[in-house]
């Protein structure tokens, strides 16, 4: 079955990422076709240099054209590009929750990365941000506990931040949805 979204997806342009394999290519992830709505978002201290050809080729494979952020040091420069949305480290400090607010300020949906795995204080990420189960890190903590207290005040997205085409999937996350009891949100409507 299909999935109905999924944002946080790396490539071979991340090309910093050890976990990364060479195969998994913006094509194959447009091939697999594993969700109806499938972004790209490779590391953006990996691609801001390159960012003209990273995004032609998102655009070609007809992807939403994402990119990770790691924190407040590299907000200013991915303010200076124009992707469809951005992903965020956002780290437990004042200067990372500044950072975040500049981002949002920008207009483009906000997706908050793997709160659990960054020790991100959920009651500093305003409410406009989306707040991501992230199949890859969620089980690291117990989600009733750590995002139990957010249900109504976030909209979730459920990711795979697969970094090799077998991470493709959100089982864990969507397990961990389900017993939240908190609905998938998507960014964008479904074509
Ligand atoms: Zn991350
Ligand atoms: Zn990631």
Excluded at 52 to 60: G, I, K, L, M, P
Excluded at 173 to 179: K, S
Aim: glycine share 6%.
């Amino acid at each position: 079955m299909r999935l109905n979204q999924d944002l946080h997806i790396h490539t071979t342009w991340s090309t910093g990422d050890a976990s990364v394999v060479p195969e998994q290519t913006v094509d194959l992830v447009a091939r697999v076709g594993h969700a109806r709505i499938v972004g790209i978002s490779d590391h953006f201290e990996h691609v801001a240099e390159v960012w003209d050809a990273y995004a032609q080729e998102v655009r070609e494979a007809e992807l939403r054209l994402g990119t990770e952020v790691n924190g407040a040091a590299w907000v200013e420069t991915a303010l200076g590009v124009k992707p469809d949305y951005y992903i965020y480290h956002c780290f437990d400090t004042d200067a990372d929750y500044r950072g975040l607010e500049r981002l949002l300020a920008s207009d483009r949906p906000v997706i908050v990365a793997h709160p659990n795995a960054l020790d991100t204080d959920l009651d500093r990420v305003p409410p406009e941000a989306y707040v991501e189960l992230n199949n890859r890190y969620v089980w690291r903590c117990d989600w009733l506990e750590f995002y139990g207290p957010y249900r109504d005040r976030f909209s979730f997205v459920l990711s795979s931040d697969a970094h090799r085409p077998n991470w493709l999937g959100q089982s864990v996350a969507r397990r961990a949805a389900e017993e939240l009891e908190v609905g998938e949100i998507l960014v964008w409507p479904m074509t």
